[in-house]
């Protein structure tokens, strides 16, 4: 089917390739790699490598993070002059935490196209089996890739994702990633998913509360090894009385006898010197429930 396929000159093809199990390369993936006049690429030494276990070979141009903007300027006159090009990251998809975001933008300034070849993914594939929206969560997820390396920004970084209601997911390298663990501990209970080596022969995935992630990879002496994703899940949902006490929950139930629910939540805050708002929404629970 791939080989029917029309493919225009003059375009740039984002190719995503495996990011550990080389059978995750696509048909079509395979079909473009084996047509273009040149593939751009993070590394040519690895490129050539992955190029080769397939049976392939091309010219490779290197567009890497340190020379990107200039690079793409090599691959714009490629394109003008009606040549194919791809661009390939080291792994996965190209533009996401790898390069490539700046060569597609001075493509499509250049006047001309992209064409993205969706494939393999850390972020999504740990995302596919994390389940959160199983507990009624919403699926959206903020992609935050990797934190600051300093520690006064990543500290700021962590601070900001823990005030977030909603899931994050984070990549991290083997050698800081037991102090993110260790920073991770003080949110408690809130579950995170974390993916080790995701598609390889030692490949691990684990769904565990995040105090207990440090004990996690203390467990075995190889999960310190490997490159990770982790998905912070969304915070647990909350009650409308959570936060008020004993008393002011009894107040309130009594209150909810004799007088309507906006009346009782205004003299239950009277009372016990709690917000309104809150007292109105307990009281609206506590309506439901009876």
């Not at 029917?4 to 093809?13: F, I």
């Not at 690429?41 to 490129?47: A, Q």
């Not at 064409?115 to 009624?136: F, Y």
């Not at 890739?145 to 984070?170: D, S």
Request: hydrophobic share 45%; aromatic share 4%; proline share 6%.
């Amino acid at each position: 089917m791939a080989e029917t396929q029309d493919y225009p000159v003059g375009t740039l093809y984002v190719v995503a390739t495996p990011i550990g199990n080389l059978a995750d390369i696509t048909v079509r993936a395979l079909s473009v790699l084996a047509r273009m006049d040149a593939i751009a690429c993070e590394d040519t030494r690895h490129t050539g490598a992955l190029l080769r276990s397939y049976g392939l070979s091309a010219t490779l141009l290197a567009v890497h993070e340190h020379n990107e903007a200039e690079a793409a300027q090599q691959v714009i006159r490629r394109l003008h002059n009606g040549e194919r090009v791809a661009y390939v990251s080291d792994a996965g998809t190209p533009g996401v935490s790898d390069p490539g975001s700046r060569l597609c933008a001075a493509v499509w300034a250049a006047g001309l196209r992209c064409i993205p070849l969706p494939g393999a993914s850390s972020v999504t594939a740990l995302v596919s089996v994390a389940g959160w929206v199983a507990s009624g969560a919403s699926p959206a997820f903020e992609f935050t890739g990797f934190l600051p390396a300093k520690g006064a920004e990543r500290t700021q970084a962590l601070k900001r994702l823990q005030q977030q209601t909603h899931a994050c997911v984070l990549l991290e390298s083997p050698h800081r990633i037991m102090s993110l663990a260790e920073a991770l501990a003080a949110w408690g209970d809130r579950p995170v998913t974390i993916g080790r080596e995701l598609t390889k022969q030692f490949e691990e995935i684990a769904t565990l509360p995040c105090r207990s992630l440090v004990a996690w990879l203390q467990g075995s002496e190889h999960r310190l090894k490997g490159e990770f994703v982790l998905a912070l899940h969304p915070q647990p949902p909350t009650t409308p009385d959570e936060g008020l006490s004993p008393e002011t929950r009894r107040v309130l139930a009594l209150l909810l006898e004799a007088l309507p629910v906006r009346q009782a939540a205004r003299l239950g805050a009277d009372i016990t010197g709690e917000s309104k708002n809150a007292l109105y929404q307990a009281a609206l629970q506590l309506k439901q429930t009876d």
